[in-house]
């Protein structure tokens, strides 16, 4: 009698210390997953810092082309001992022709489109990584509840064998059966609890808010595809195309370089003595060996080719990707499915009608405890599928470019 009263308190102070954990998790501000993004999108340094690189490349592009320095010098001639030549105070300037400008505009404004491109791709990477982790947070709190409906069902066969081994009708064994799955599915409930909080801390280091947020709702088993993702809007081919288009106009700036500059300078005289008389020059400055420059225009088209070639291989390679993803999640849809369909209601049955067979001595306690079993699992199996198919459609839409 004295050790039954024993383990009764001892799985009173069990519950009511996951009572009070419950209560614990419950005191963090729940939040939707668009708010969630809009926080995370808010305090990402790296969004930060690719848009401070487009700020910079937009600067680029609106300067334009700078104008060659500015020669300024003095210069001076004499004719014999003690005669007065000539003085001269210059004015060179070199000036770029229109094209070359047009050029190096162009280049700079493909420069901050790339820049545009990293920032999208950071975008949708931070999108993906807060809502994987979002989903994640959900299924460790689906869990949970999970966990304390195991707790619940192992404790009432434990209240239903103490009863009868109080009264007679069954010896002890039904009795430590019961209390031996109660423990074990509260060491679980422990590990579960360690799971969620961990969860947790991963989803708020995403927010990087000064508020502990959790999650709200549950995962879903809606359908997002109807039809095999476009590569057309994929982040990664955006960025390489980007690439391509600031190689190309890197070339277009290495061919400018063979085009000539006007040379041009003003003179403010004295000679012999006579001020002020003036001067001018103009002409054009040539690049008349242009072996260097022809070789720098072939290595940047040479990186136009190769802009080319990594654009067919990461499409390559995310077509395959995309692939298998796209049958992995027909095949979980087809399990959730299955489990929802066939064997969910036929274990929710089980699970209602199991412990009054047990009482009325239809069935013996291990085949009650075997029942008990195959309900747990098969919840946890649609658990589980469940948030692998909501993981898998949000990977789906990230290389979707959704």
Known sequence: MIQR??????????????????????????????????IARQNYAG???????????NKLSESGLPFQPTALYLSGEEYGNNQLGITSFNIQQNFYLPKVARV?????????????SQLILTDRQLKMHVEQAYYHLLYARQEQALIAENVALYNDFLVVTTKQLESGETGRMPQLAAQSRVGQVQLEQEHTLEKYQIALLLFNQW??????????????????YTQEPSLQDNPHLLFIQAQQELASAKVETERSQLLPQINSGFKLQSV?????????????????????YRGRIEAAEIGVMLQEADFEVKKQELEMGISELRYRLDHQQHILEFLRKDLTPMVDEQSKVGLKAYQEGEITYLEYLDGVEQVVK?????????????????????WDGK
């Open 5 to 38: 009263h024993f383990n009764i308190k001892v799985f009173l102070l069990l519950g009511l210390l996951s009572t009070i954990l419950v209560r614990g998790i419950g005191q963090n501000t729940p939040i939707a997953l668009e708010e969630a993004l809009r």
């Open 47 to 57: 969004l930060e810092r690719d848009r401070l690189a487009v700020d910079q490349q």
């Open 104 to 116: 190096q505009r162009a280049f700079y404004q493909q420069g901050a489109a790339l820049a545009e």
């Open 207 to 224: 927010l990087q808010s000064d508020t502990t947020y959790d999650v709200k709702g549950e995962l879903s088993d809606i359908t997002v």
């Open 272 to 292: 012999y003595g006579s001020f002020p008389l003036f001067g001018y020059q103009i002409g054009l400055n040539i690049p008349l060996f242009g072996k260097a």
């Open 378 to 398: 098969v919840k946890q199996q649609y658990l589980a599928a469940l948030y692998k198919f909501n993981v898998l459609q949000v990977e789906l839409a990230y």
